[in-house]
């Protein structure tokens, strides 16, 4: 069974200083990932990618993620964070199951900017 | 507003009453889902349709029943729910159900409080 794991349940950074969020995933076969923020009071909207090709993957806001296979690592990145990416950040991993793709989220982890 | 439409946003009910929360995409998408979000937890996904047919029924309790009358909506009735029910409910729809690379746009959730 695949899995997710967001090993912090909060980050805090200064405002301008870079930003890592971290996650590792546990899958069979190629692994699909993801970066979804989630904003107070809103849905999830997603941030970025990696299916295939380069390991450093650019998303919206300024953020990126670099997929490491032999760490089985997907983490999130900024080089200068804001106060307003302050939000609830999910990483995802998707897989075959059943005829369908089957989307596996982590807890979440909420990224604190501070001013 | 990201193409997914939720109704109501929040929603108080009974243990004895029923209701139904409303889902609506006009993003052409032919995959739509159910997602529950309690907090620390990652998001439970309870069910799948693609083209209007449930392909996945997470092993939810049968207080919660899906209707999926046409692939823009879809909704999930409640009857019977239990105190711990109460939870953030997203609706996500996608292009299609068995693409790994397909982005899931979610609804911004309804926001569902069981006394």
């Known amino acids: 069974a695949q899995s997710v794991a967001q090993p912090e349940d909060q980050v805090n950074v200064a405002e301008g200083n870079p930003l890592t969020v971290k996650c590792t995933y546990s899958?069979?076969?190629?692994?699909?990932l993801f970066w979804y923020v989630q904003y107070p009071n809103r849905g999830l909207q997603f941030l970025l990618k990696?299916?295939?090709?380069?390991?450093l993957v650019k998303g919206s806001y300024g953020f990126e993620a670099e997929f490491n296979k032999s760490q089985t690592s997907f983490h999130l990145k900024k080089p200068s964070a804001l106060v307003s990416d302050s939000a609830l950040y999910f990483c995802a991993a998707r897989q075959l199951s059943g005829g369908y793709q089957k989307v596996t989220f982590g807890t979440g982890t909420k990224l604190q900017v501070i001013p | 507003e990201t193409g997914v439409t939720q109704t109501p946003r929040h929603l108080v009910m009974g243990m004895t009453n029923k209701k139904s929360l409303k889902c609506e995409q006009h993003?052409?998408?032919?995959?739509m889902y159910w997602y529950k979000q309690s907090a620390k937890k990652p998001l439970e996904l309870m069910f799948v349709?693609?083209?209007?047919?449930?392909?996945e029924n997470n092993s939810v309790p049968s207080r919660f029943s899906p209707e999926c009358p046409n692939s823009s909506h879809l909704f999930l009735h409640l009857h019977t729910l239990q105190p711990e029910d109460s939870a953030l409910y997203l609706c996500?729809?996608?292009?299609?159900?068995?693409?790994?690379?397909?982005?899931?746009?979610f609804g911004a959730g309804s926001r569902l409080t069981v006394l």
């Open positions: 899958v069979s076969g190629n692994p699909y």
């Open positions: 993003l052409g998408h032919n995959a």
């Open positions: 990696y299916i295939t090709g380069d390991n």
């Open positions: 996500a729809s996608s292009r299609t159900a068995n693409s790994g690379a397909n982005v899931l746009t």
């Open positions: 349709y693609s083209l209007e047919e449930r392909v």
